[in-house]
């Protein structure tokens, strides 16, 4: 079975350009998640994504955008780049969003390869 | 809003020995990941902890969950070079999907 894919797996892109970053998550997964390391740091959480809709939104501005298509797959869009957008940008899939109630079964995310993004 | 706290953030170990890895959170959860990072790789799932007291092992690493303390450890013994990475625990708060800590850089040497 396929993993979770992402493309590209590199990017170079100059400062006030912008970027289109794809995910497919792994089949049957409705969900998808997209996080920000930025080197040295851990994964911040960007956005999340369940049947179309937004679910979550980290601490990010504007500039960034995703969405989620009808075959589940997501694109994570940065407007207006700069330096600080550097960064490895990580995928993640899982079956639904959040928790279900009570001791429900775990909803664990699954992470792609990553996209590493480079702003000169 | 969920703090996650790990530490040491750099571990320099000699190869065969012992060392503990610290994980602290601010808020009640019972659900906790342990990932390892290889340069310039993604997140490798490492351990699952669903409950206070849980603890699980695979190979040279050992995980554990207390709930009440908002504690998780990563025990490693015995170690080898294979284990050299960067090693992430994060919190499942429930409302977000996952809180990370900074990471610990773990070097083993000979």
């Known amino acids: 079975d396929a993993g979770v894919t992402q493309s590209p797996t590199h990017l170079i892109k100059t400062r006030g350009q912008h970027v289109t970053l794809r995910c497919s998550p792994i089949?049957?997964?409705?969900?998808v998640s997209w996080y920000q390391q930025v080197l040295g740091q851990g994964p911040q959480f960007i956005f999340q994504?369940?049947?179309?809709?937004?679910?979550g939104r980290g601490n990010f501005p504007d500039r960034f955008s995703a969405r989620q298509f009808p075959n589940y797959s997501s694109e994570l869009n940065v407007n207006a780049l700069l330096l600080g957008d550097s960064a490895l940008y990580l995928c993640?899939?899982?079956?639904?969003?959040?928790?279900?109630?009570?001791?429900?079964?775990?909803?664990?995310?699954?992470f792609g390869p990553g996209t590493r993004l480079t702003v000169l | 809003e969920l703090k996650v706290e790990q530490n040491p953030l750099f571990l320099s170990m000699q190869e065969g020995k012992n060392y503990t890895i610290y994980c602290n959170y601010s808020?009640?959860?019972?659900?906790l990941y342990w990932y390892r990072q290889d340069p310039g790789k993604s997140l490798e799932s490492l351990f699952v902890?669903?409950?206070?007291?849980a603890v699980k092992q695979e190979g040279r690493l050992m995980a554990s969950l207390d709930t009440k303390a908002r504690l998780s450890t990563l025990h490693i013994t015995a170690a080898v070079h294979d284990l050299s990475a960067t090693y992430f625990c994060?919190?499942?708060?429930?409302?977000?999907?996952?809180?990370f800590g900074k990471g610990t850089r773990l070097s083993v040497i000979a």
């Open positions: 993640a899939s899982s079956l639904t969003h959040g928790r279900r109630s009570g001791r429900a079964p775990y909803n664990e995310q699954f």
């Open positions: 089949s049957g997964h409705k969900s």
């Open positions: 994504y369940y049947e179309k809709e937004e679910r």
């Open positions: 808020t009640t959860s019972d659900r």
């Open positions: 902890l669903l409950s206070n007291g």
């Open positions: 994060a919190v499942d708060s429930g409302n977000t999907p996952l809180v």
